[in-house]
């Protein structure tokens, strides 16, 4: 055997949950600008030697691609030496895309889902994802893409500069449409890692309760 594969496992550091400055909701990053904000990330990622990055939105990948533009130029960025340089270039940097679906929790909230997705897939997913993806309200059907969520937030009385954000506060996603879309796209499927929040607000914790009940059914 190869003496460079006989070492066994290595463990690596991975950060798949990373809001980025210009995130559609609670930015309260300081950073002047994007371009700032990625250096910054960089050089934090590279002192904490984390070899991942998920970049995570709500409902869309735009700063992800703006990353990826970033290290894209990386050869002519000053913020780092060569050596960092080369590092940057093997980060694995995949897109996140935060959903909030139905049913909601024990705390009234939305359930926290996250799809991360394999990056040489995203020629294919606005089709396969965004466009594919629909919230019905009335007589309304809205897709999970830019124009759908600003015609949401259109809907839901926002002006025109407000309506995306708008949107993006009201768009729900149900589980049952979530499960069907990855049954019938069996691509989309291979190529999605989709994780649920473990929080007791928003995630699978919150439903602690109604495993309490069975356990007291099984008691009795």
Known sequence: MDKEHIKGA????????????????????ASADFDEFCTTMFKKALEDKIAALGITDYFNIKNYLRVRDYVNAID??????????????????????????????????????????????????????????????GNEVYKMNESGI?????????????AYMKGIESFVVSHEKLIALFK???????????????????????FQKHYDFFEEVDKN
């Open 10 to 29: 290595e463990w690596r550091r991975w950060d798949l949950h990373l809001h980025t400055k210009d995130t559609v909701k609670n930015d309260q990053f």
């Open 76 to 137: 002519t960025n000053e913020s780092f030496d060569e050596e960092e340089k080369n590092e940057i270039k093997r980060f694995l940097i995949v897109p996140n895309v935060e959903l909030r679906v139905l049913p909601v929790t024990d705390r009234n909230r939305l359930v926290n889902i996250h799809c991360i997705f394999n990056p040489e897939y995203l020629d294919r997913l606005d089709d396969d994802f965004f466009n594919s993806i629909e919230m019905e309200v």
């Open 150 to 162: 600003k015609r949401l937030g259109t809907s839901k009385g926002a002006t025109r500069d407000d």
């Open 184 to 206: 019938n796209k069996p691509i989309l499927r291979s190529n999605t890692i989709t994780v649920v929040s473990n929080s007791n607000t928003d995630g699978a914790s919150a």
